[in-house]
């Protein structure tokens, strides 16, 4: 009698702890799969719009260069220079760009000027006229002109850009409409609507591709919203020649679905070896989980940090000026690249990416280790300095500017640009926003430009100081 009941006392947990394995078992099919694979799919779905938004903000962002500038205000809209327009914007913009089409609409929305890269003349998007390119952007102009009209806060302008993927054929373009705004209002438009540039980026193969890769997608596919079965997850991303919505869909991740059907077989033999099925069950299930772990943090990577040369993003800057700034005084510094431009004309567009990545590496091999360097867009770079005093990001900045002006070795042959700096120092506990901050590094970045090759400038309230 004493044996049985010992015998029951070491079985019983285990007999117990087996039954409502099994009733788990039997009840995933019911309750848990379906709602645990629709949360996957969701996050999923929002993680690729999310990062979807973010590259076509960076697009955006890089055409500030040509749309917030006083001089684009002095020589389109004031008087318009058609000779100055295609130097500076369309053919400055083709050659050192992945733009491929230009066009400027004046103050009253009618084209004043355009221009079309060689190449892209015969795809079926471009192959159409100028006209009709540009009436595809009504929509964004539109979106602009809206925009526009909404009170504006003091100092640099914010970009106002609308933009939107177009399908034609088997061409897929990146259609944008930026605003031309002055930057410091040295002139200023003549009327209540400014220019507006329009503008066609060609993604390069199928779009399938492009984002599939990109954003690690299983069977990515994409067509019209309604050749899409319910069951794989969608992105609406682009519209057609006709209007009509074009989706990016790809087959979802199935961590529950996967778990229950490698797991059937050892369902049936728990019938025989019951705690070795319930542990080889719980491997599995970790491993699902680890495999479902994994595939997030790398879309969070890609969400959060530039997929060219790996520095972090914008979307992350304001966090981190928010955690630095708390711990004491910190510099903020903006670099942007001499001769840029140079490089892409005479090498190729991959030999300046291949120079984009040379330079973020010089920028983290001599900055600090607790120094955060970020690709703000295009040759542009920004480095946040925590516990830095005045004098030191000074000597820091010069010491990165001459850095980044050693010659580089692309494909055999060597390449030399230089770096421009502008600098601000932030207190500890200010309240400036990082917005703010930035705003007034970029405006000393603009004046060490305009000052020549090479040069570091700190900002002050006045006046702007040189340094170096």
């Not at 040509?66 to 008087?79: G, Q, R, V, Y």
């Not at 914008?314 to 928010?322: D, N, V």
Request: with cysteine; aromatic share 8%; charged share 20%.
């Amino acid at each position: 009698m004493t044996t049985r009941i010992n015998q029951f006392k070491l079985l019983g947990p285990a007999m117990f702890l087996t039954a409502i394995l099994i009733a788990g078992l039997a009840a995933i099919p019911y309750y848990g799969v379906a709602r645990l694979d629709a949360e996957s799919r969701s996050r999923q779905e929002t993680l690729v719009e999310r990062n979807i938004s973010i590259w076509i903000s960076d697009v955006e962002f890089a055409l500030t260069a040509w749309t917030i500038w006083d001089e684009s205000i002095a020589k389109i809209d004031n008087a318009f220079d058609a000779e100055w327009a295609d130097r500076n914007i369309g053919s400055s913009l083709i050659g050192t760009s992945r733009t491929r089409f230009a066009a400027i609409l004046d103050r009253d929305d009618h084209l004043i000027y355009s221009k079309m890269a060689d190449e892209v003349r015969e795809r079926p998007f471009f192959h159409r006229s100028t006209e009709v390119i540009v009436a595809d952007a009504r929509g964004l102009v539109d979106q602009v002109r809206s925009k526009e009209a909404l009170p504006k806060p003091a100092g640099i302008p914010s970009p106002i850009a609308f933009s939107k993927i177009e399908v034609f054929g088997s061409d897929a373009v990146l259609l944008t409409a930026s605003l031309f705004q002055p930057d410091f209002k040295t002139v200023t438009p003549r009327g209540n609507h400014a220019p507006v540039l329009v503008s066609a980026v060609p993604i390069a193969g199928s779009l399938q591709e492009f984002l599939g890769n990109r954003f690690l997608l299983d069977d990515a596919t994409f067509g019209p919203l309604a050749t899409v079965s319910s069951d794989r997850a969608r992105v609406e991303i682009a519209t057609g020649a006709a209007g009509e919505k074009q989706v990016l869909s790809w087959r979802p991740p199935t961590p529950a679905k996967d778990l229950l059907h490698q797991s059937l077989p050892l369902i049936a033999a728990v019938t025989f070896v019951l705690i070795a099925g319930g542990l080889f069950s719980v491997r599995l299930s970790r491993q699902a989980m680890a495999s479902l772990m994994s595939s997030e943090q790398q879309m969070r990577h890609a969400a959060t940090h530039d997929f060219l040369t790996g520095l972090a993003n914008r979307s992350l800057i304001a966090s981190e000026f928010l955690r630095l700034s708390a711990a004491g005084d910190m510099a903020v510094a903006c670099l942007d690249l001499d001769g840029f431009k140079g490089v892409n004309d005479k090498h190729g567009h991959a030999a300046g990416d291949e120079l984009l990545r040379q330079v973020a590496a010089r920028l983290q091999k001599w900055c600090r280790h607790n120094d955060v360097v970020f690709r703000l867009g295009g040759d542009e770079f920004a480095v946040l300095m925590p516990l830095m005093p005045a004098g030191e990001a000074e000597w820091r900045c010069r010491q990165l500017s001459s850095a980044l002006s050693k010659p580089y070795l692309l494909d055999g042959s060597e390449a030399v640009v230089g770096a421009s700096c502008g600098l601000i120092q932030v207190a500890a506990g200010a309240c400036d926003s990082c917005d703010a901050a930035l705003r007034r590094a970029d405006e000393a970045l603009y004046e060490a430009k305009a000052r020549g090759r090479g040069q570091v400038v700190s900002y002050e309230q006045e006046p702007v100081r040189v340094v170096g």
